[in-house]
């Protein structure tokens, strides 16, 4: 009989799933997975912490791929077999995080227990070489560029309001229908980079405009939930930032923090043209600042 995560005696799924996407999503990053390979690791995503306690058989079919996938997955992140892989696994799920004072497993519907989990996997992104890597590429850029369309259109938006405090010619693209243009301007007139922010669902306007920066040369940083699109090679650097699904809809709290750090780390590379640029726009707060009145009544 297969053991899962509910029986396990005080297992924190929260913490423990955390930390356990976090250790497959770096150990696939450093290897070239085949698409039914992803399929397979999107499938131990989405089904943490149980995914540490399924058979070949079990992994397989909730994949919907055949048990020698499963099998090559396993062997494609460096593990002798799959039983080493899941032994692996299993270690870090149960060895992340104690169980809750009264022994219960937290409520995970709860919005802002699963937003700290989202933010405390964003850690191991903030602190990668993809991410300075990206906050390079970005930061050499003469036009920075922000697409986000239908549901990614308001982190787009928050990203590139503040992105103009401190770089001087920013492009924000919401609308599909002139995205490809808004990619080609950029590109004629030279020096761009953009920042693609893909969340669920995703529309295939993005991925349009992703592949047609890449046909430019335009270089690009993705922003997006899972590594396992079929869309990430595309992008020359990838930033995951994992979204709340357990509200009606999705919670963007962790792909918002991503985008700041993003700006942060822009900041940071040229610090005296931020620093000039902060105080011209504080020098224009007082015109547009709310001031409460002190007319007694």
Same mark, same amino acid.
């Given at each position: 009989?297969?053991?899962?995560?509910?029986?396990?005696?005080?297992?924190?799924?929260?913490?423990? *799933?955390?930390?356990?996407?976090?250790?497959?999503?770096?150990?696939?990053?450093?290897?070239r997975? /085949?698409?039914?390979?992803?399929?397979?690791?999107?499938?131990?995503?989405?089904?943490?912490?149980?995914?540490?306690?399924?058979?070949?058989?079990? =992994?397989?079919?909730?994949?919907?791929?055949?048990?020698?996938?499963?099998?090559?997955?396993?062997?494609?992140?460096?593990?002798?077999?799959?039983?080493d892989?899941?032994?692996?696994?299993?270690?870090?799920?149960?060895?992340?995080?104690p169980g809750?004072?009264?022994g219960?497993?937290?409520?995970?519907?709860d919005?802002?227990?699963? =937003?700290?989990?989202?933010?405390?996997?964003?850690?191991?992104?903030?602190?990668?070489?993809a991410?300075?890597?990206?906050v390079?590429?970005?930061?050499?850029?003469?036009?920075?560029?922000?697409?986000?369309?239908?549901?990614?259109?308001?982190? =787009?938006?928050?990203?590139?309001?503040?992105?103009?405090?401190?770089?001087?010619?920013?492009?924000?693209?919401?609308?599909?229908?002139?995205?490809?243009?808004?990619?080609?301007?950029?590109?004629?007139?030279?020096?761009?980079?953009?920042?693609?922010?893909?969340?669920?669902?995703?529309? *295939?306007?993005?991925?349009?405009?992703?592949?047609?920066?890449?046909?430019?040369?335009?270089?690009?940083?993705?922003?997006?939930?899972?590594p396992?699109?079929?869309?990430?090679?595309?992008?020359?650097?990838?930033?995951?930032?994992?979204?709340?699904?357990?509200m009606?809809?999705?919670?963007?709290?962790?792909?918002v923090?991503?985008?700041?750090?993003?700006?942060?780390?822009? =900041?940071?590379?040229h610090p005296?043209?931020?620093?000039?640029?902060?105080?011209a726009?504080?020098?224009?707060?007082?015109?547009?600042?709310?001031?409460? /009145?002190?007319?007694?009544?």
């Amino acid at each position: 009989m297969t053991q899962h995560a509910g029986d396990t005696g005080g297992l924190d799924p929260v913490r423990s *799933a955390t930390a356990a996407r976090q250790w497959l999503v770096e150990r696939c990053q450093s290897h070239r997975l /085949s698409p039914t390979q992803r399929r397979v690791a999107q499938s131990f995503m989405d089904t943490m912490p149980d995914a540490a306690f399924l058979s070949t058989s079990e =992994a397989a079919l909730r994949a919907g791929v055949s048990q020698p996938t499963v099998t090559r997955f396993a062997s494609t992140l460096g593990f002798a077999t799959y039983a080493d892989f899941r032994a692996a696994l299993r270690t870090v799920i149960l060895g992340s995080a104690p169980g809750a004072p009264d022994g219960a497993a937290p409520d995970t519907s709860d919005p802002v227990t699963e =937003a700290a989990a989202d933010l405390a996997a964003l850690r191991g992104t903030l602190g990668s070489p993809a991410m300075a890597a990206a906050v390079a590429t970005l930061a050499q850029a003469r036009i920075l560029g922000v697409l986000g369309i239908r549901a990614s259109t308001g982190v =787009a938006t928050y990203i590139g309001y503040f992105a103009r405090r401190i770089v001087d010619d920013v492009r924000l693209v919401t609308e599909a229908d002139t995205a490809i243009d808004s990619l080609t301007q950029m590109h004629h007139a030279g020096g761009a980079a953009v920042v693609v922010v893909a969340m669920p669902r995703y529309p *295939a306007s993005t991925v349009r405009a992703l592949r047609h920066a890449r046909d430019l040369g335009i270089p690009t940083v993705l922003l997006v939930d899972t590594p396992f699109v079929d869309f990430a090679h595309d992008a020359d650097h990838v930033l995951v930032s994992p979204v709340g699904t357990g509200m009606v809809f999705d919670s963007h709290a962790a792909p918002v923090v991503l985008g700041m750090a993003l700006l942060d780390g822009i =900041a940071g590379a040229h610090p005296r043209r931020t620093q000039d640029r902060l105080e011209a726009h504080e020098g224009l707060v007082d015109t547009w600042l709310y001031q409460p /009145s002190t007319d007694q009544d």
